[in-house]
DNA sequence: GAGAGGATACTCGGATAGATGCTGTCCGAGTAACTGGGG
DNA sequence: CCCCAGTTACTCGGACAGCATCTATCCGAGTATCCTCTC
């Protein structure tokens, strides 16, 4: 449930990826927004491994999104990203006589829905173009052929 | 935004707390559960500083609640024991061109506010009326005068 | 001109180390109620 | 009977260690394309 820069190095990829939807991109442009470029690999991997990117290995290899833009959400990101782990009630491991039966997991698992939810709506289509008109980097990028 | 033990710690402790709510309620009862007594202490402490417990120190010290079991919600808690440090977008302080102009940090922020309007629906008081009804520990707690 | 083999340019993925924050421990300080003795 | 000082029973809060996870680095392995050489 944790936010960590995972989610913010996968989507800032994704965005630069979804500007040059008509080519394969390269790790090493994505590193060069700042991010390390070994960790943003293992990154990239569970975009890949998730069914959101595609890559390809060898000369002209890298990476192109899976699928059209407006059908990659936020939600998919994170799952894919930060993996479903999450929290349950561990009282029973302790002396603890209510034995899971607080209703904690529950209620936090509703809470955890809600949340997704409300990542669901939120698509890689919407921030490419949010992007671009607070006149970001992207619209000053020229495609390096 | 993780949700620690610190929530678990804090919401069961509340709930012993809750079920003898006409007389003060010693650390030592709590950590009786299985939770290391130090550890606790502190968690405590952060439910005092937020308003939710009333603690007294010296002879027949120790906690009662603040106010009424159905005015305390799950997000107070939540909010007391976990804090409000949260996800921002730190891109302005790599090379990103997006400087923050990805819309990450409102996306997360507005699933963490669905996160908690659902956490609040959840009242103290509902919490103890299940764990009653499921047969838990505190049925058959005896109150030690 | 065609096929084979080597060079090149990429990603894959495991091993490892550092940083950070959660978890748990220790201990002295502070405070309020109780107790007992002296006036 | 009353007051005062000492004892006792608590919480407060800082310092610190252990540990898990996130972050980052390193490097060899695997693979697809391209280039060159040979026939």
Redesign the pocket.
């Known amino acids: 449930m944790?936010i960590?820069?995972?989610t913010e190095y996968a989507v800032h990829s994704l965005l630069y990826i979804t500007f040059f939807k008509d080519r394969t991109v390269?790790?090493?442009e994505l590193a060069a927004q700042g991010?390390?470029r070994?960790?943003l690999?293992?990154v990239?991997?569970l975009l890949?491994k998730s069914g959101i990117l595609k890559?390809?290995?060898?000369?002209?290899?890298?990476?192109v999104l899976a699928r059209p833009a407006d059908q990659i959400t936020l939600e998919d990101i994170f799952n894919a990203v930060e993996g479903d782990a999450y929290y349950r009630c561990e009282s029973k491991s302790r002396r603890c006589g209510l034995a899971g039966k607080c209703g904690l997991t529950e209620a936090f698992g509703a809470a955890r829905k809600m949340f997704l939810s409300e990542l669901r709506k939120c698509k890689m289509s919407d921030m490419m173009e949010k992007s671009v008109s607070d006149g970001s980097w992207l619209k000053n990028l020229n495609p390096v052929v």
């Open positions: 944790r960590s820069k995972k390269l790790l090493d991010i390390s070994e960790y690999a293992k990239m991997r890949t890559s390809s290995v060898g000369v002209n290899g890298g990476y």
